[in-house]
C-alpha cells in the first residue's frame, strides 16, 4: 500500500479530530479547587498517543512535548476536549499538535486552556520503526502464550 493511500485510508493529516473527551472529576484537583496542571498534561500525552495510533499499530512513545502555558483553570465538572492533528510526518516519528478547551459546567461557555506540541516515535521490538511500512508481527504482549 503506498505512503499516499495508507495516510488518506484514515483520515487527511492536516484534519483536526477530537481525540478525547473527558469530565473532571473533584480527586484532580489542587489546593486551589481547579485541575492539577499534571493530570491536563498526562491526558495530552494520551491524546498524542491517540492521534499517532491512526497512522500506524506500533508502540508510540512520546519523544518530547514543546512548552505549555496554561491560559485558564480547568474546574470540576468541566468537559474537557483535546483536538489534535498531525503536523509533520517522518520515517520513524510524526508531530502532533494538540489543543485543549474546556466547557464549563455551569454556563456552557468554552475556553482555551492551552496546547501543545508533542513528538511521537512510533516503536517496534524496542526499536523506532518506520510506521509507513508493514506493520511489526513479532510483537508478544505478557498474558500471550507463545504458539
Known amino acids: 500500500m503506498s505512503e499516499h493511500n495508507y495516510i488518506s485510508a484514515k483520515t487527511p493529516i492536516d484534519e483536526r479530530v477530537i481525540a478525547m473527551r473527558i469530565v473532571t472529576m473533584p480527586r484532580e484537583t489542587n489546593p486551589y479547587g481547579t485541575i492539577f496542571g499534571g493530570i491536563i498534561l498526562s491526558y495530552i500525552d494520551q491524546a498524542g498517543f491517540v492521534e499517532a495510533r491512526r497512522h500506524g499499530n506500533l508502540d508510540w512513545v512520546t519523544a ?36 485543549v478547551e474546556a466547557e464549563r459546567f455551569d ?21 523506532p520503526f518506520p510506521f509507513r511500512e ?14
Not at 492533528?85 to 517522518?90: A, E, F, P
Not at 482555551?112 to 526499536?127: E, I, Y
Not at 511489526?136 to 502464550?145: G, K, Y
Request: charged content about 20%.
Open 134 to 147: 508493514s506493520p511489526c508481527q513479532s510483537r508478544h504482549f505478557p498474558d500471550e502464550q507463545a504458539t
Open 64 to 99: 518530547a512535548m514543546d512548552k505549555v502555558e496554561f491560559h485558564a483553570p480547568v474546574f470540576v465538572g468541566d468537559i474537557v476536549t483535546f483536538i489534535t492533528h498531525t503536523t509533520r510526518l517522518g520515517r520513524t516519528s510524526i508531530d502532533v499538535q494538540i489543543e
Open 107 to 127: 454556563s456552557h461557555e468554552v475556553v482555551r486552556v492551552t496546547s501543545a506540541n508533542m513528538t511521537l516515535v512510533g516503536m517496534c521490538d524496542g526499536k
